[in-house]
């Protein structure tokens, strides 16, 4: 049961005793009024039955009040914070600004995944940390929402005051932030963008970029705890909201980099099952809903003695057993063994979704993605990769929804637009690209890293005729596996850093997209050097640099 829940829960539980309460009173009330009204109240000397009336009111009284009591008691015990002790302090800590309790509840689920993935994680409000708390922790993850005019919720006060109002160097320390507010308000998450510009004044660096969450927006929560996921190292950790997926239909499957020395990469077509529009943007996210290797359903079943074909009852209608445990963590085999599929259905908890950028825009007539495979520890395929590169058969249904991404979104007017990247994060620029072009605005600049030119430049065609026909102004490419000496996408920035100044200085945005571990902090390092801490980072205030990094 989530916090939120239990609250409920227990504000229901007390409700219903005090109502039960106050119905008794009302009862009592209603006899001795009957009563007085035959026989008189003998207010000097009550008989009998008045003296136990008056006693069983006094008991009941006394009972609502001992468990109201106790009730909170235990809450408190439950919700009170963790004690901060040096000695046993954890290498992560997430701290919360709330006013509401929602940031609170977000944070707590957030501390929570940290230790079950077997992290030692602490948790704390904002507003009793300073700079040397946290300079003792490696990792920060920083769960805040905004009040008023763009605020910082009454706990953090004298954070805001005390720690972020002094220079303070914080080099070691990787940090995330979930920043919740509402759109309707002018100042839209105005206090997690103050905490990470201050945090990146600092020296700190972004584990990933900012989450913004607008109204408790679902998808944004899932998007955090996507990120939280890979942090802990953990794939299987269960979405706090669970997709709505719609059924689509995988139409097209092929290997985009034959030859590499990396992992295989594969392009990906779908199209909705239904046949209804495409309507997405360039930048937006699309989660799927992965399935289990049948292979390993079907060795599941044998194990737990279960028939696949057996009919089970969920929310949404009937299933098959085989069908349900394909979309579902497989608990231990030997757990199932003697009971009923029904009994079985009813513990199982959905697989955790993926997110892929989109590589496609609507007028090209399905959503593609570029899907690297992934290996897990002991060799097997990754749960998504596995399943939409290999598992999947051809015309396979896919479960998908399309979780809205403004923040890596275009801009709609005809400033120049730099594009950085590597890997699979070329399906995001190349959407930005073909929006950009059907738009007819064509100052476009691709830096772009991969292995081998030879076979790693996915959408090579497109970006070649691009290129030729004026589309794409300039594009550098960095082949890391082709020379002596390896050179990244970073290099090739930095080769250009005069280039670079002169497209920012008339108005030019940039976007970066692919890989969170290496190239996008040595990205994000060439760009401060070409421009300054203030002026890249008013850039990204103005929206003018923006990431979609994983």
């Known amino acids: 049961m989530t916090s939120s829940s239990a609250a409920r829960e227990r504000r229901f539980t007390l409700s219903w005793l005090g109502n039960a309460v106050a119905l008794l009173a009302l009862c009592a009330l209603a006899v001795v009024s009957a009563r007085t009204q035959v026989d008189g109240w003998h207010w000097i000397a009550p008989g009998r039955g008045q003296w136990w009336l008056a006693a069983a009111l006094v008991a009941a009284y006394v009972g609502f009040v001992a468990a109201v009591a106790t009730s909170r008691k235990r809450s408190a015990q439950r919700d009170a914070l963790p004690e901060l002790r040096a000695d046993q302090r954890g290498e992560w800590l997430v701290a919360f600004a709330s006013q509401t309790g929602f940031a609170e509840q977000l944070a707590r ?75 309707e308000y002018a100042q839209y998450c105005a206090f997690g963008h103050r905490l990470d510009h201050w945090l990146r004044h600092a020296g700190a660096q972004p584990l990933f970029d900012l989450v913004e969450v607008d109204n408790g927006e679902a998808g944004a929560l899932r998007h955090w705890q996507h990120h939280l996921g890979l942090l802990a190292g953990r794939t299987d950790l269960p979405d706090w909201s669970a997709p709505t997926y719609a059924p689509w239909r995988l139409s097209e499957r092929r290997v985009s980099n034959p030859g590499s020395a990396g992992a295989a990469a594969f392009d990906l077509a779908l199209l909705p099952a239904d046949g209804s529009a495409l309507q997405w943007r360039a930048g937006d996210i699309a989660e799927i809903g992965p399935r289990n290797p049948p292979d390993e359903v079907a060795q599941w079943l044998a194990a737990a003695g279960l028939d696949g074909a057996a009919r089970v009852r969920r929310d949404d209608g009937e299933i098959a057993l085989a069908d349900l445990l394909a979309r579902s963590r497989l608990p231990v085999a030997t757990d199932a063994r003697g009971r009923g599929a029904q009994a079985v259905a009813d513990e199982l908890a959905a697989l955790p979704h993926r997110e892929y950028s989109i590589a496609s825009i609507p007028t090209d007539g399905a959503l593609r993605l570029l899907v690297r495979q992934m290996r897990r520890d002991d060799g097997r395929l990754g749960l998504g990769s596995g399943w939409l590169t290999e598992y999947a058969g051809d015309g396979a249904a896919i479960d998908l929804r399309i979780r809205s991404n403004p923040s890596f979104h275009a801009p709609t007017d005809a400033r120049p637009l730099i594009l950085i990247g590597n890997g699979t994060g070329l399906a995001g620029l190349r ?89 996008a902090p040595a990205v994000d390092t060439v760009l401060r050097e070409a421009l300054g801490d203030d002026a890249l980072e008013t850039m990204a205030a103005d929206g003018r640099y923006r990431r979609d990094v994983y």
């Open 109 to 183: 689920r957030s501390w929570q995944a940290l230790r079950d993935a077997g992290l030692r994680a602490d948790l704390a409000v904002l507003g009793t940390l300073d700079a040397a708390q946290l300079s003792q922790y490696r990792r920060v993850l920083f769960v805040v929402s905004t009040t008023g005019e763009g605020d910082a919720p009454d706990s953090a006060a004298a954070f805001v005051r005390k720690t972020m109002g002094a220079a303070t160097p914080l080099p070691q320390l990787g940090y995330g932030v979930l920043a919740l507010g509402d759109r």
């Open 431 to 519: 959407a930005l690209l073909r929006e950009r072009i059907d738009a007819g605005h064509h100052r476009n600049w691709l830096l772009f890293g991969e292995r081998n030119a030879a076979c790693d430049l996915h959408y090579r065609d497109d970006l070649d005729a691009w290129l030729a026909d004026g589309r794409i102004e300039r594009s550098d490419y960095a082949f890391s596996r082709d020379g002596a000496q390896r050179v990244y996408v970073q290099d090739r920035l930095r080769e250009r850093i005069g280039e670079i100044r002169e497209w920012i200085a008339v108005g030019a945005a940039v976007y970066v997209c692919g890989s969170l571990e290496g190239m």
